[in-house]
T-cell receptor, first 116, second 113 residues
Framework: DVKVTQSSRYLVKRTGEKVFLECVQD?????MFWYRQDPGLGLRLIYF???????EKGDIPEGYSVSREKKERFSLILESASTNQTSMYLC???????????????FGQGTRLTVV | AQSVTQPDIHITVSEGASLELRCNYS??????LFWYVQSPGQGLQLLLK??????LVQGIKGFEAEFKRSQSSFNLRKPSVHWSDAAEYFC???????????FGTGTLLAVQP
């Protein structure tokens, strides 16, 4: 079974703290994604990585950065946490080529982050 | 840039009734299209995917979706809804030079007994 593991299910941080969310996949996937999920807004792409050390901004990258030093690990960093970053954060991974029947994005269970 | 629109935020159907959830996409080339489901407190699960060929795609749990290029749509259907289908449904599009996977805002399905 494909596994995408996020380091924490629940996290409470203070405003201004630097926050690290970790995601690890075990399927040798090229693509990794970070989304945040908010009621009524769906899943919004924060950052995307298609290879080690390669990244692209998604739709809402402001206030976030990412790191992918190894293929299996993709970290999301909140440089200075703010209350408007309170959300559910979802990590996903997939193979690089979408035009294959078996290529799909696999999701972790999510990290619910509260910034107080 | 690619985008996805799910015009219905919330839908309620009676158990046993048919279901259609709408999805429209914006993308320059042939897209790869997906429907995911998220049950309460659960992770996202792939229902089905269109990537080429037959425009009517069969998925898990009795769902199907039809790709209509002329309408830029990929609507999800089920002939008879079960109470366990109550969940949030997300349409997504991928592809192009960036290879990003972009989701819509979701449709929350409620099933009445």
């Amino acid at each position: 079974d494909v596994k995408v593991t996020q380091s924490s299910r629940y996290l409470v941080k203070r405003t201004g703290e630097k926050v690290f969310l970790e995601c690890v996949q075990d399927m040798d996937h090229e693509n990794m994604f970070w989304y945040r999920q908010d009621p009524g807004l769906g899943l919004r792409l924060i950052y995307f990585s298609y290879d080690v050390k390669m990244k692209e901004k998604g739709d809402i990258p402001e206030g976030y950065s990412v790191s992918r030093e190894k293929k299996e690990r993709f970290s999301l960093i909140l440089e200075s946490a703010s209350t408007n970053q309170t959300s559910m954060y979802l990590c996903a991974s997939s193979f690089g080529y979408w035009g294959n029947l078996n290529t799909e994005a696999f999701f972790g269970q999510g990290t619910r982050l509260t910034v107080v | 840039a690619q985008s996805v629109t799910q015009p219905d935020i919330h839908i309620t159907v009676s158990e046993g009734a048919s279901l259609e959830l709408r999805c429209n996409y914006s993308y320059g080339a042939t897209p790869y299209l997906f429907w995911y489901v998220q049950s309460p407190g659960q992770g996202l699960q792939l229902l089905l995917k269109y990537f080429s060929g037959d425009t009517l795609v069969q998925g898990i749990k009795g769902f199907e979706a039809e790709f209509k290029r002329s309408q830029s749509s990929f609507n999800l259907r089920k002939p008879s809804v079960h109470w366990s289908d109550a969940a949030e449904y997300f349409c997504a599009v991928a592809g192009g030079a960036t290879n990003k996977l972009i989701f819509g805002t979701g449709t929350l399905l409620a099933v009445q007994p």
